[in-house]
């Protein structure tokens, strides 16, 4: 089928920068929207960023000027570029990407696995 596959999380001191990337592969016909959404432990799994085909960006309000995603079409990678990162970063973010596979030809939000973000001194 189809598998997302994020890294670049890790442990990060307040104000620092982190850089997360999630592949897409198996049976993709086409890639819509992909993006980047958090959890905190406890909480429901909020929007963060999202980017269409044609690289459109949008931001919760929380991330906004401090976080980017860009995406590269031809490797199916979408990136997250977080900075100034804040006390309330820390969360296990998870890329999805809106995918319509080959056979069947059906149109799925699909999910990666999680990479853990943590800020500490």
């Known amino acids: 089928q189809v598998q997302l596959v994020e890294s670049g999380g890790g442990l990060v001191q307040p104000g620092g920068s982190l850089r997360l990337s999630c592949s897409a592969s198996?049976?993709?016909?086409?890639?819509?929207?992909m993006g980047w959404y958090r959890q905190l432990p406890g909480k429901q799994r909020d929007l963060a960023a999202t980017?269409?085909?044609?690289?459109?960006?949008t931001y919760a309000d929380s991330v906004k000027d401090r976080f980017t995603t860009s995406r590269d079409n031809s490797k199916n990678t979408v990136y997250l570029r977080m900075n100034s990162l804040d006390p309330e970063d820390p969360a296990l973010y998870f890329c999805?990407?809106?995918?319509?596979?080959?056979?069947?030809?059906?149109?799925?939000?699909?999910w990666g696995q999680g990479t853990q973000v943590t800020v500490a001194s």
């Open positions: 999805y990407a809106r995918i319509t596979t080959v056979r069947p030809v059906v149109t799925i939000d699909f």
């Open positions: 198996g049976n993709i016909f086409i890639i819509y929207d």
């Open positions: 980017i269409t085909n044609v690289h459109t960006t």
